[in-house]
């Protein structure tokens, strides 16, 4: 009886490991090079531990501001201004969170209420249906449109409703490489456009970008009224273990914002903030990041092009898909496992992103890596 009292009725029933910490695991079990989870293989700069280290010598080693320390929140206020063209008053328009993911919840936790919807494009980032379904929210998947993943903008016209309280936009996009165009943005401020629909923009691989410019949602004047600017250090700076980034939103929306975030997490991470601070003063590192994973992602489809695998290259973020249908029928789940556990390479299935899976033949690879070991794995993937 007790027992029944105290037994979880989940709030995410749906929910189990992400398939992130699965793949990385099993690649650490199986000693497989692990292109899986979305994370470098090579340290972030030296100068930026050396600062994070100064600061934390220097005593700063208490709570920063709840809304994050000043001098970062004017940093990221520059570079939004300078590359998107939209002033976010450092004061009441920006927060340092405890990476995008808490930045993700947070938003979706101060906008949807019980019994509203939220239109998530599949595949999906996987932390995205459970910030709304924990929030009371439903989220209505619609599909990205193949073979290329863009927005299929009829769709979502159909799928909005006067329900709709949210669209979660991902670009460039986690897992398909996608970039949102001038033409797709059109669509969104026209579809948005007299509602009460909010959006989130996780714009987290912003400086990976391979084809044109990243289109931020920041930049247009309509769409970021009602936006919430998501972002993430983790990507830019080699240092996704330090889990910082930030959300840009106009004030009225970052004030629900911040009576989240100061119950989450109150503040992030002080000597960190102090460190990004100063190397964002040099705007070297983000402005040739395109050029540094542009080379990864050549080396490794130059490596592969003679293997059985098809793919067409990706347009941004550091992941790559590939179509395994020439070599195996195995669904995705059990061909990465055999990748991993028989053909020592790690990789991810595309149909965790998915919420009621996929029969797709396809599986996604991460290139944040050394080039030695790009080469190495791009040997194993050609034996394939
Ligand atoms: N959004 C996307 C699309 C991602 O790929 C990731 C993962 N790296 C995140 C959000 C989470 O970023 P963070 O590690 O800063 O929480
Ligand atoms: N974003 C990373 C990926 O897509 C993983 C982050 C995580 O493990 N939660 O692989």
Redesign the pocket.
């Known amino acids: 009886m007790e027992n029944n009292i105290l037994s979880t009725q989940s709030k995410l029933p749906g929910t189990g490991t992400s398939i992130f910490s699965i793949m990385s695991k099993m690649a650490e079990d199986f000693n497989a090079v692990n292109l899986s989870q ?1 994370f470098p293989d090579f340290d972030c700069p030296e100068e930026l531990k050396l600062l994070v280290n100064y600061y934390m010598k220097n005593g700063n080693n208490q709570y920063a501001p709840m809304p994050g320390v000043p001098a970062l929140r004017q940093m990221i206020s520059n570079k939004i201004e300078k590359l998107y063209n939209r002033h976010y008053s450092p004061e009441t328009e920006i927060t340092i969170t405890a ?4 930045a ?1 919840f947070t938003a979706a936790s101060a906008i949807i209420r019980s019994g509203d919807e939220a239109i998530i494009f599949e595949p999906a ?1 996987d ?1 995205y249906a459970p910030a709304v379904l924990a929030n009371g929210g439903t989220p209505v998947f619609v599909p990205l449109a193949e073979p290329d993943f863009s927005y299929d903008w009829d769709k979502v016209k159909n799928a909005v409703n006067r329900k709709t309280r949210l669209i979660i936009i ?1 670009s460039p996009h ?1 897992p398909t490489g996608y970039v949102i165009s001038m033409s797709d943005i059109l669509s969104l401020e026209e579809i948005t456009r007299g509602t009460s629909i909010f959006v989130i923009s ?1 714009e ?2 912003e400086h990976i970008v391979f084809e044109g410019r990243h289109n931020s949602l920041a930049g247009s004047g309509e769409l970021s009224k009602r936006t919430f600017i998501i972002s ?1 250090f ?2 830019t700076y080699h240092a ?1 273990g330090w ?3 930030y959300c840009a939103a106009p004030e009225a929306l970052m004030n629900e914002f911040r009576k989240f975030h100061q119950f989450v997490v109150f503040a992030v991470n002080t000597p960190v903030q102090l460190a990004y601070a100063d190397f964002m003063k040099n705007e070297e590192h983000y402005m040739q990041l395109n050029e540094f994973y542009r080379k990864k992602r050549d080396l490794v489809l130059n490596n592969i092009k003679n293997s059985r695998f098809k793919f067409t290259g990706t347009k941004g973020t550091y992941f790559q898909l590939l179509d395994y249908s020439n070599i195996s029928g195995m669904n995705d789940m059990d061909f990465s496992e055999y990748m991993t556990k028989e053909k020592g390479i790690a990789v991810i299935p595309l149909s965790p992103f998915y919420s009621k899976g996929n029969s797709k033949k396809l599986i996604r690879i991460c290139f944040a890596k050394k080039d030695e070991v790009l080469t190495g794995a791009a040997k194993l993937l050609c034996n394939i």
């Open positions: 979305g990476g995008a993911t808490q993700l980032y932390s991902n986690n996780d987290v691989y993430s983790g990507k996704t889990k910082t980034g």
